[in-house]
């Protein structure tokens, strides 16, 4: 593993307070790198996306530390982390371009860098030919690849993904992970993929699992 992208230390979230507290994640020490291709399977509430919320700096730790050495400012902006999200879903109203480009747009940039950014993007995922074509026209599985590519649009150093296989049958889940991890390969960036279903084993150098907020190495 090469340049540490995000490091913790004993890193927990605890949501409320005194018997109505919940630990979501506890004692979590992980290391992501440029070369990490990592999953993390659990049951829904073991902590994964309070994990990758942490990880990505969208929520603050209440015990622990966390740090991204290889991001000023610290902790990142969204367009230098990819995070794709359960309910990150693609606007009805925006073409399959439109929405790519909405991250790119929101982060101050215009013209040919968005442009160049959005195909880049739809190559990487298999949706070159799809530019034009509202959500209602896609099948679940390029509507899945069209939530990916608007992650990566900004050339990410760090992938966050929760469930981005989401409900497509275990042939489509497959080739959409297989396209995540090629493009974090062309990207050169980090990948934690959370999911509670198994994933290829042979896609991913490193299986851990959340245990009731713990994080464990399966290898």
Not at 59 to 71: E, L, Q, R, S, V
Request: charged share 20%; glycine share 10%; net charge neutral.
């Amino acid at each position: 593993m090469t340049a540490p992208l995000v490091r913790t230390d004993e890193l927990a979230h605890t949501y409320g307070s005194g018997l109505t507290a919940v630990v979501a994640v506890h004692g979590v020490n992980c290391v992501i790198g440029t070369r990490t291709r990592a999953v993390v399977t659990g049951r829904a509430g073991a902590g994964k996306t309070t994990l990758l919320h942490l990880l990505a700096g969208m929520k603050k730790p209440t015990a622990g530390t966390i740090d991204w050495p290889a991001f000023e400012p610290s902790p990142p902006g969204p367009d230098l982390i990819g995070l794709i999200l359960q309910d990150g879903g693609l606007l009805r109203d925006l073409d399959v371009r439109l929405n790519v480009a909405l991250p790119l747009v929101l982060a101050g940039r215009t013209g040919t860098a968005v442009r160049d950014a959005v195909d880049g993007a739809l190559e990487l995922v298999g949706l070159t030919g799809f530019a034009k074509k509202a959500p209602r026209d896609l099948t679940g599985e390029q509507i899945r690849l069209a939530i990916l590519a608007r992650a990566l649009a900004p050339a990410p150093k760090l992938i966050l993904a929760d469930d981005p296989a989401g409900w497509l049958d275990q042939p489509a889940a497959e080739r959409l992970l297989g396209r995540l991890v090629q493009a974090a390969d062309r990207l050169a960036a980090g990948l934690l993929v959370a999911t509670a279903e198994k994933a290829p084993a042979e896609l991913f150098g490193e299986r851990w699992a959340m245990v009731d907020g713990k994080l464990v190495r399966d290898r």
